[in-house]
T-cell receptor
């Protein structure tokens, strides 16, 4: 049973560029959440997708956008990259409606470095 | 708003010693609380969770945590530290299908 998979593992970009990160949820899960983890910090919630729509969003600018596909996989897009966007981006999957009874399962993340 | 506070960004213990990582929460409703562990260059792995019921929760790798409503705490403990426990530990509270994390505690274990 495959867990949450993310690609790529590492990525190096320069300021002003655009990036796309990908995530496949754990089998049986239908909801994907994205988190940003800056160095030395805890993960911060970016947004969550369910039924191909953004369900809720954290305090991140519109440069951060996403998409969910019919097979429940998801993409995170970041435009006009800033140095401050350097971080580990984590994808988590879960099953809608389970609330806190079912914990989110995390992938190993994509390490994004902005030069 | 719900939040968690982890006291101590770094904790160092000797192998075989007690591990105590502190977490306090703020919540206007009964919280769902979690502890996750992060090893270098990896994602987050669930150690244990508290939803309702028994206040002493046992997790993987010999860890446990006790939910204390009167103290708004959910501290993580392990009776005897192992070298393999060295990692970053995050406390989190569930809020409308998303997690709110603390800033983390780095655990170092010395031989």
């Amino acid at each position: 049973d495959a867990g949450v998979t993310q690609s790529p593992t590492h990525l190096i970009k320069t300021r002003g560029q655009q990036v796309t990160l990908r995530c496949s949820p754990k089998s049986g899960h239908d909801t994907v959440s994205w988190y940003q983890q800056a160095l030395g910090q805890g993960p911060q919630f970016i947004f969550q997708y369910y039924e191909e729509e953004e369900r809720q969003r954290g305090n991140f600018p519109d440069r951060f956008s996403g998409h969910q596909f019919p097979n429940y996989s998801s993409e995170l897009n970041v435009n006009a990259l800033l140095l401050g966007d350097s971080a580990l981006y984590l994808c988590a999957s879960s099953l809608v409606g389970q609330g806190g009874n079912q914990p989110q399962h995390f992938g190993d993340g994509t390490r994004l470095s902005i030069l | 708003a719900q939040s968690v506070t982890q006291l101590g960004s770094h904790v160092s213990v000797s192998e075989g010693a007690l591990v105590l990582l502190r977490c306090n929460y703020s919540s206007s409703v009964p919280p769902y609380l979690f502890w996750y562990v992060q090893y270098p260059n990896q994602g987050l792995q669930l150690l244990l969770k508290y939803t309702t019921g028994a206040t002493l929760v046992k997790g993987i790798n010999g860890f446990e945590a006790e939910f204390k409503k009167s103290e708004t705490s959910f501290h993580l403990t392990k009776p005897s530290a192992h070298m393999s426990d060295a990692a970053e530990y995050f406390c989190a509270v569930h809020n409308t299908d998303k997690l709110i994390f603390g800033t983390g505690t780095r655990l170092q274990v010395f031989p």
